[in-house]
Every structure is written in C-alpha cells, then in structure tokens.
C-alpha cells in the first residue's frame, strides 16, 4: 500500500521553509540598510517581519524533520530513504541513524540544529542588541536559505536540478526497474538496513554532536560578518565570544565521539586514521580555537582584532570546504566517511564561495578603517604570547588541511586539462604525526609561559618566576622518563614540554584556591591538552602486541610480520603467549533486552527473518528467566561475537568477544573489544574466522559399531556409550506412530573429551537422520541406519576444518590520559563559556 501523505508533507514543509528562509533573508537585509535605520519605526517593522517568517522557517523544518522519521519509524519502504537506509531489524536506537546516514538528513540535521541556535540567538544574545541582530540574522538566515535548497528536490528549466530530496518514492528515483511495469505499487517488505559500520551507540550521538558544532560556528561567522557590515568593529566581540567558547566545546566533542567510536568499533587499531574527512572537520575546530584566544585581546589590541576577523572567517569558510570534501564526491575512494555525489557539487561550490566573496570584499572595504596600535607588540607581553600560540595553530591547521586538499588539485588540473596525478600520502599517519607532534610540543610549552604571561603578570624583570615551574618540571620528567623507560629523544622533548605545561598550568590554577576563579578555565584546558598529547604518544608509540605469534604457522601466506603479530587460536584449545593465555570458547550473539552474550548454538534462526530466531533452551540471567525454550526472540542475527578468555600469569582472568558482522549487502565487517584497566586498555579484533557455509566435509566414513564399541574416526576414538529413545527433535514432540533414537558417542583427542549426540527418526513413515556437527573437533557425526535384530548401529563420519579464529591483540598503555586529558579540555572551555555569558549579561 502507497502512503503518499508523509511524503508530500516532507517537501512542502521544505519548500515552505525554503521560501521563509528567503523572505527572512530579504527582510533582515532590508532592516539593515542605512535608508531604513533612519527611520526607527521601518526598522521595527522589518525586523517583526523577519522574525515572524524565521519562525515560520523553524517551524516547517521541524515539520520535515517530523515527516523523514515518520517514514523511518514506520518502516515505509516505498521511499527511497527508508528503503535505501533502514530495515525490520534495526532496534529504535539505531533507526534514529538513519535519519542522518544519507545527504539529505544531514543537511536536515545541519538545519534542525541553526533553527535552534537562531532561536535562542534573537531570545538571548540579540535581544538587547539591536543594532547587530539584522545583520547577524542576514547572515544566519542566508545560510539557512542554501541548506534548505540543498534539500529542495525540484527540477526547473527542463533538466537544472536544485537540491535533493528526502522524500522521492521508489518509483522516482529508480524509474526503470522492470517491476513497475508488472506492479505500479510495488513495496519492498524490507530495507537494506544501515551501514554496520553505524550501527554503534557513539554513531547515535556523534553526528548530531558534530553538526550542533556546525551550527554554532556560523554564530561567531555572523557577529564578526554584521560588524564590519555596520561598522562596529569591536562591539560584536563581547556577544560573540562565549558562543564562540561553546562552539569549540561542542563541535571538539562530536570529534572526539567520533575518535571513540573509531576506536570501538573500527579495527585499524587506533582512535584517530587522519582520514581526510576525519581532517577536514578537524582543522576548522584548529583555527576556532585560535580565534577564541585572540578575541580576549581584539576589543584592546588592533593586531589581535585582524586577527580575529581572519581566524573567525576562515573557520566557518573551512567548515563550508570540509562539506564540499565529504559531499562532492572530490575524495573518490580517499575517504571512508565521504558521500557519493548527487549531483549537488554546483550547489555546493556556490554556496562556499558566495560567503567567501563576501567575506573576503567586506574584509578588504573595511579593512583601512580597523583600529591602530600605537606600539609595537612586546616580545615580554601576554600579547606576544598567545598570537604565538594561535600562530602554532594555525600552522597545524594549514599543514593538514594542505595534504588534505590534494584530490582537488587534482580535480582542478582536470578542470584546466593538466594531469597532476598528486597522491595523498601512502602512510597518512606516520605523514601527518611527524609534523603535528612538533606543532603541539611548541603549543604546549607556550600555554606554559603564556599563562604566566597572563595572570602572574612576568615581566623582563621578573622572569625568574618561571624558574620553579622550570625546576618542577625537570625532576619530574626525569622520574616518568625513567620509569616508563622512554629512550627516543623525540617523545623526551614532547614528554618534557608536556611536564611543563602541566606543572606551569597547574601553578596557575593554585589560585582558585585564593578564590580567583576566573583563572580556572584557561588553567583545566591548557592541562587538558598536555595530557592528551601525553596519551597519545604512550598509547601510540609504546603500543605493545601481545598475540605476537613464535610458532612459525604461516597464517598469511608470504607476510612475515602479519604472521608473527597474529594468533591462531583452536575452539577451546589453550594457547600461551609471553603475558596471556589465550582461549577461543566459540561463536556467540547479542539477544535483545538480555544482558551479556548468548552461545550462538542455543538460538535457531528463523527462516525468512534476519532478526528472529527460537530459543532452543531457556534464556536465564542469575534468577530471571528472559526466554522459556521455544520462545520467539529478537537478536542481531548478523553480529557473532567470538569469546576469548584472557588468563594472565597471576592466573586473573576475564573474556572479550571482539564482533564479526556478516552483511551480504554492505560488506563483512570486524570490530574490536577492549578490556580497560587504570593504566591500559587490551584491544582485540579478529583478523579471520572460520564460516560454516565455508568449511568442506571429507567423503564420509562408515562405521557399524554395537553399545560400548571403540572405533576410529581418523585421529580420533570414538565410543558407544548408550542409544537412548526420544520423544521430540529440535523441540517438537513426536506425534503418534513416530520414534527416534539420539546415540551417545565420545570422542577422544590427546587431553579433550567430547560429547556427541546424533538423532534417528521415523516421522510420517520416512526415515529422518539429524548430523550432529562439533566444530572443535572438525567433525560431522550421523546415525545412519538401527539394525534392532543385531543391536548395531551405523554411522557416518566426515572430517572437515577444525574451528579457529586469527586474533591479534594489543596493549594500549596509559590510553586513559588521553581521554581524561579531552575531559579537561571541554570542562576548561565550559567554565570559561559559562564565565563569559555571565560578563555578556551582568552587562547587558
């Protein structure tokens, strides 16, 4: 059945918040004009007006939002959005990613978020600036107006195509498969399902974190934008300011939360892969950094306010560049986060360089009108100090986002006819890592003296009041240098300038205890940064593999170091290694709404459903029984999740079941589970796992054995302990004239015993013989033949691979002192946030 009704509510409410966006646009833009400011009551009126239609936008973007997850959730999969991104199977959770997997929804999201930013903003920050809020809104409800055309999915002048939209059916965006034309209202009953790779709880929070950022960095974009427009050169910094502190908060969280779900669900072994569009959200967060610093200067200092004007511009121009890297399709196969084209690379250009124009001719038209110094800026000043630091950022920021951009070198050689055929480094990380870890050393160290600069007012006269923190820093680098037995020079000088900063910050921050609280937030983050930098260079460079593999078994054909760094590890076959013992226990799922894991072979799928299965015995946790034997459940049919039993030399042990997804439609994919201690994390992923559709049976054997009979099945003995009769198979009761048998037959190998427990029925008068396969043993066991005159039995036996995984698992040390360094930072940009909002409004 077609449900036309959502989607026709979806595109009008688009092109209704288009169409506001628009009318706002022209509406602040007219209450900003000069001929209409000298007239009080014609500025009154245009910026009722413009508000009325701004909410009028907000409104019909809720609207939309509304409508793409009603599809979602209600699995409407005549649209090509449902269908193309969600399925039966997914849970809730997960089913929200959709809404955001593909274009379309995160230019919705991107929407969703500046609506609420701008609302806020005229009840807030503008409310009692109005000088500044038409301009500002101007520009807010500009962008506003290319977002929502992005999504806009209307084709004018014959084949020019503004947009894409969410809510095309099926039969629009595929209008020549051949079922239409046998079923005009044809509906899939089910989806492809989203992306394994998203199916995480960090990818349920990450992107809207991350495009929240995006939002609050149009903010200080449009304060700074509606200054120079109105000549206010300097009064829209104070506004501007903790929105600024918030956006780096906010948007260096989503990247974080990213980092971690790369390091929790990934498995190149690392939180961080300098993926391009990982670096091109990275840098605008640099370059916003930098920005907040020198704002603290600009309303005194006429450098830091060119400055400022440069940074705040050309973050939210990054920003706009980074979405036309990852949505233009530029980066080709260069990324793993990049989208394939639309067809929106038009749009896309022109909306990134309709604000650079204006950005960069606003710039140079005022320019020559900014505030002078009246002097040179000292080498012994706070000034000094931090336009060094935001220079370092800004170095960072430029050698990334220069390696970056080389796909659209390329691109733009084509353009010209020229072959440049540039190539993104062969190893990104050991290319970017060289550069980034000597900008942050130097950063480190200057948020040492800077913040001594600032708040301890050192002068040339007075440098020895560094000398202690100098001193504290020596000893006690010396003792970690030591200890963690850190010989490479490099990582001394960056574990030494990392001390120092800690220590330098730390002196500082003494003084909260004085009650000189407006020191606390520089203080936390400068500490904040150390320490992640600290983490990173004890998880990264003193990373340790400890499945690293003496045994001489070839696993990967021709590849020395993967074989040595890689574990071969038997179903329930101990394997020693120099700091574990490793056990592979078998093959388990996760089963909803039940806690832990639950042994794969106790769950029967059901057939015609990638989601549902029976349980094939009770499902109980301690005292609470979840699901009676036979009971239809819900699991994620395609995650198995392999046990593995660390036992350390102290006999401590504990399981990890790092997850392999088998998805026909995206792509296998192998994700790691970490153990996570005070001072380490044990990070495991599965390398290589044996399939059942994949293993092959020998030509099978046969045996005729009576009860207590010893025979031999290749290397293994086998015995007949007992034949007992049944009364049901796989569950289900034997009806009336029906009979089966299970034999009871041990097999022996070396030190391990097994049971095994082959079916022989008669239902409906045919003959009906179960296998019993043991994976452990490579072994397919069938009671073929009963022979009730002799008391004999026949049996079938086939050898086939013995089940294994290939693990490799490494030691991460000291990993938490990055993620509690990251803490830091954002508690010490909150408290400065929440510091500069109090400033704004005791002022207002």
């Not at 990070?683 to 092959?696: A, I, S």
């Amino acid at each position: 059945m077609l449900r036309p009704y959502l989607g026709n509510i979806g595109h009008l409410s688009i092109i209704v918040a288009f169409v506001a966006a628009l009318v706002s646009t022209y509406a602040y833009w007219q209450a900003s004009r000069p001929t209409t400011q000298v007239l009080k009551e014609n500025v009154t009126d245009w910026l009722t007006f413009a508000r009325r239609a701004f909410y009028v936008h907000a409104v019909a973007v809720v609207a939309v939002c509304a409508s793409l997850l009603g599809i979602i959730f209600n699995h409407y999969f005549e649209y090509h959005y449902a269908w193309d991104n969600a399925s039966l199977s997914l849970p809730l959770g997960y089913a929200v990613s959709c809404f955001w997997q593909d274009q379309e929804g995160s230019f919705l999201l991107w929407m969703f978020w500046n609506v609420i930013v701008g609302v806020i903003l005229i009840n807030s920050s503008l409310r009692k600036n109005k000088t500044l809020e038409a301009p500002t809104l101007t520009i807010f409800t500009l962008v506003q107006t290319f977002l929502a055309s992005m999504i806009l999915g209307v084709v004018i002048f014959g084949d020019f195509k503004i947009g894409s939209s969410p809510f095309l059916t099926l039969r629009e965006s595929m209008p020549d498969i051949p079922v239409w034309k046998t079923n005009p209202d044809f509906v899939p009953k089910d989806g492809n399902g989203l992306n394994p790779l998203l199916q995480n709880y960090w990818m349920v929070i990450h992107p809207p974190t991350t495009f929240l950022g995006f939002g609050l960095t149009l903010v200080p974009f449009a304060f700074c934008m509606a200054g120079l427009w109105r000549k206010q050169y300097t009064e829209w910094i104070k506004p501007a300011l903790p929105w600024t502190l918030v956006a780096a908060v906010v948007l260096g969280t989503g990247i974080m939360m990213g980092g971690i779900w790369a390091y929790e669900t990934l498995n190149f072994e690392g939180y961080w892969n300098w993926d391009p569009v990982e670096n091109a959200v990275y840098v605008p967060w640099l370059v916003l950094v930098a920005s907040f610093h020198t704002m603290l200067l600009a309303r005194k200092n006429s450098s830091a306010l060119k400055y400022t004007i440069i940074l705040v511009i050309a973050q939210y121009i990054l920003i706009l560049y980074s979405t036309f890297l990852a949505r233009s399709g530029v980066l080709g196969n260069a990324s793993v986060h990049s989208f394939t084209d639309l067809g929106l690379s038009g749009q896309l250009l022109l909306y990134l360089f309709t604000f650079i124009i204006a950005a960069v001719v606003l710039s140079v038209i005022r320019w020559k009108h900014l505030p002078k110094d009246a002097q040179e800026i000292s080498t012994f000043s706070r000034e000094f100090w931090v336009f060094m630091g935001v220079l370092m950022l800004s170095l960072a920021a430029f050698q990334i986002i220069v390696t970056t951009s080389i796909p659209v070198y390329n691109k733009i050689g084509e353009v010209f006819g020229v072959k440049l055929n540039m190539a993104l480094p062969t190893n990104q990380v050991e290319h970017y890592t060289k550069f980034q870890m000597w900008f942050f050393v130097v950063i480190t160290i200057l948020t040492g003296i800077a913040q001594f600069f600032w708040w301890k007012r050192v002068k040339k006269e007075s440098l020895s009041k560094l000398l202690n923190p100098l001193i504290i820093t020596l000893l006690v680098a010396a003792l970690v240098i030591t200890f963690a037995k850190v010989t490479n020079w490099q990582y001394i000088i960056l574990l030494t300038a990392s001390t120092f900063s800690i220590v330098a910050n730390a002196s500082i921050l003494t003084d909260v205890l004085k009650g000189k609280f407006k020191v606390a937030g520089g203080a936390i983050t400068h500490i904040g940064v150390a320490l992640m930098l600290m983490g990173v260079m004890f998880s990264s460079a003193y990373s340790k593999i400890i499945s690293l593999n003496f045994s001489g078994a070839e696993i990967f054909q021709g590849n020395d170091k993967e074989n040595k760094e890689n574990a071969l590890l038997w179903l329930n076959r101990p394997t020693e290694f120099s700091d574990f013992s490793f056990t592979y226990k078998g093959q388990f799922v996760d089963v909803r709404k039940v806690p832990g894991y639950i042994e794969k072979k106790y769950i029967l799928p059901v057939p015609g459903s990638n989601f549902k299965g029976i349980a094939r015995a009770d499902v109980v946790d301690g005292d609470k029984t979840f699901y009676k034997r036979g009971d239809t459940l819900e699991y994620e049919a395609e995650n198995t999740y392999y046990q593995v039993a660390y036992t350390d030399k102290s006999g401590k042990s504990f399981n990890l079941y790092p997850r392999f997804q088998i998805n026909e439609k995206m792509g296998n994919v192998a994700s790691p589970d970490i153990k996570k201690f005070w001072n380490k994390d044990i990070y495991t992923h599965v390398r290589f796992v044996t399939l059942d559709e994949d293993r092959e049976w020998s030509v099978p054997e046969e045996f005729t054995v009576a009860v207590g009979d010893t025979f031999f099945v290749n290397d293994y003995v086998a015995i007949l302990e007992n034949v007992e009769g049944v009364n049901e198979v796989d569950g289900m009761k034997l009806n009336v004239g029906d009979a089966a048998a299970r034999a009871i037959v041990k097999v022996l190998d070396r030190n391990v015993a097994v049971t095994m427990r082959p079916v022989f029925a008669i239902r409906n008068h045919e003959i009906w013989s179960k296998p019993e396969v043991n994976t452990e043993m490579g072994l397919r066991l069938q009671l073929t033949k009963i022979d009730p005159a002799t008391g004999r039995f026949s049996f079938s036996a086939s050898r086939g691979q013995r089940e294994f995984i290939v693990l490799k698992a490494l030691e991460k040390p000291h990993i938490n002192m990055l993620w509690f360094g990251f803490l830091f930072v954002i508690i010490g940009i909150t408290l400065s946030a929440v510091r500069r909002f109090a400033i704004v409004g005791a002022t207002d």
